[in-house]
């Protein structure tokens, strides 16, 4: 459901998106993908075997310069210390505005 909002978010702002519903789904498009992407927003915790932090440090690995956005509702306490350098974290619950100023301040 996050993820269907975030979309909603960022399309409304102007954005293309491109969905995805596994951190397994994430890293293959950030592979195939990599060099089109402008940014990754994930949640931290994606009840899944993998968090957000694991996605953004993959995705890191494929492109040193992705701006990655961090969202969670309990998880941020541990983002500066797992989080990738340089990227932002966003608490839940939050606006629009907040989502696409975050976006606009990283890839302009």
């Known amino acids: 459901m996050v993820a269907l909002l975030l979309q909603m978010m960022l399309e409304e702002g102007g954005h293309e998106v491109v969905p995805v519903s596994t951190p397994q789904e994430a890293l293959r498009c950030l592979l195939a993908e990599a060099n089109r992407l402008s940014l990754l927003v994930t949640d931290i915790n994606l009840q899944a075997d993998m ?10 690995r494929q492109r040193p310069d992705l ?9 941020g306490y541990r983002w500066k210390d797992e989080g990738v350098a340089g990227s932002r974290l966003i608490p839940k619950p939050f606006c629009e505005d907040e989502l696409l100023t975050e976006v606009a301040s990283l890839v302009g």
């Open 51 to 60: 968090t957000g932090y694991d996605v953004a440090a993959a995705a890191r």
């Open 67 to 75: 701006p990655v956005i961090y969202v969670s509702g309990d998880s």
